[in-house]
């Protein structure tokens, strides 16, 4: 069957209807749309949308393909996504057209495993165990959180600390702070917990990076945090974790979070 190419844009309803059941990177592509972050391609066959590629300003590459087009168009987007010289770090998507990107690696990649989604509304939010206070990050808490992130991107994604561009960290942390999209717990410039609102909009609000440092675990912050984080947000939440990282995944769940499907991702040495 012949594959049709056109550029993804936000009014594109099929399109939008094939990421707003894709899970967690589905809800990146639609935010990102929205805002006019990025720039896409769809591949139609019969006149009906299969699938289609983002790519973001931060190098990441979303893939989304109707499960029944998975394996057929699989190949046809990985060549797209070459010819457009997209210079991407980070992809998620099905398993058939990230396990091609991967075997055009020149190299190993840092990680290469199986995601699983999480989603939670405010009314079946967990009540917080134990009862704490949560707080926006605030500037006093700017060099706690670089350390949160170089720990959870080593300890998660092996990526070693060294690599990391202080600059670009510490731009990033002042940006979440700024907007209020980082919600912690403990005291300022000492916190235990944190978490990120790494995308929000109509797709939903994408937990990412939550972190409890180590002193601090087996206490049930992370839930807490998380649960109270859903119960605050009038959107969906939705977030994706190391289908192996049952420690994570027990604390998801506690705070009321439920499975809701699965991808690959895959990270770039």
């Given at each position: 069957?012949?594959?049709?190419?056109?550029?993804?844009?936000?009014?594109?309803?099929e399109?939008?209807?094939?990421?707003?059941?894709?899970?967690?990177?589905?809800?990146?592509?639609?935010?990102?749309?929205?805002?006019?972050?990025?720039?896409?391609?769809?591949?139609?066959?019969?006149?009906?949308?299969?699938?289609?590629?983002?790519?973001?300003?931060?190098?990441?590459l979303?893939?989304?393909?109707?499960?029944?087009?998975?394996?057929?168009?699989?190949?046809?987007?990985?060549?797209?996504?070459?010819?457009?010289?997209?210079s991407?770090?980070?992809?998620?998507?099905?398993?058939?057209?990230?396990?091609?990107?991967?075997?055009?690696?020149?190299?190993?990649?840092?990680?290469?495993?199986?995601?699983?989604?999480?989603?939670?509304?405010?009314?079946?939010?967990?009540?917080?165990?134990?009862?704490?206070?949560?707080?926006?990050?605030?500037?006093?808490?700017?060099?706690?959180?670089?350390?949160?992130?170089?720990?959870?991107?080593?300890?998660?994604?092996?990526?070693?600390?060294?690599?990391?561009?202080?600059?670009?960290?510490?731009?990033?942390?002042?940006?979440?702070?700024?907007?209020?999209?980082?919600?912690?717990?403990?005291?300022?410039?000492?916190?235990?917990?944190?978490?990120?609102?790494?995308?929000?909009?109509?797709?939903?609000?994408?937990?990412?990076?939550v972190?409890?440092?180590?002193?601090?675990?087996?206490?049930?912050?992370?839930?807490?945090?998380?649960?109270?984080?859903?119960?605050?947000?009038?959107?969906?939440?939705?977030?994706?974790?190391?289908?192996?990282n049952?420690?994570?995944?027990?604390?998801?769940?506690?705070?009321?979070?439920?499975?809701?499907?699965?991808?690959?991702?895959?990270?770039?040495?």
């Amino acid at each position: 069957m012949r594959l049709v190419t056109r550029e993804l844009c936000v009014d594109d309803a099929e399109a939008l209807a094939l990421v707003a059941a894709a899970g967690v990177h589905g809800a990146y592509v639609h935010n990102s749309l929205v805002d006019g972050e990025g720039a896409g391609f769809v591949l139609a066959a019969a006149g009906r949308t299969a699938a289609l590629a983002w790519h973001g300003p931060r190098g990441n590459l979303i893939v989304v393909a109707e499960p029944a087009a998975a394996e057929f168009a699989a190949t046809r987007l990985v060549d797209e996504v070459a010819q457009r010289q997209w210079s991407w770090r980070i992809a998620m998507g099905p398993e058939p057209a990230l396990a091609r990107l991967h075997d055009r690696l020149a190299k190993p990649p840092l990680c290469w495993r199986d995601q699983v989604y999480y989603r939670g509304e405010r009314a079946t939010a967990a009540s917080p165990r134990p009862v704490v206070e949560v707080r926006r990050a605030q500037r006093a808490d700017r060099d706690r959180l670089a350390q949160a992130t170089l720990a959870l991107n080593h300890g998660d994604l092996n990526v070693d600390p060294a690599r990391v561009d202080r600059r670009w960290l510490r731009d990033s942390v002042d940006e979440r702070i700024a907007k209020g999209d980082t919600l912690v717990i403990g005291p300022p410039g000492a916190f235990w917990c944190k978490l990120d609102h790494g995308s929000r909009g109509p797709g939903g609000v994408v937990i990412e990076g939550v972190f409890t440092f180590p002193e601090h675990r087996g206490q049930g912050l992370a839930s807490a945090l998380v649960a109270a984080s859903i119960a605050e947000c009038g959107e969906p939440s939705i977030l994706h974790v190391s289908r192996h990282n049952l420690p994570a995944r027990a604390a998801y769940e506690a705070a009321g979070m439920v499975e809701a499907g699965a991808c690959k991702l895959l990270l770039t040495s």
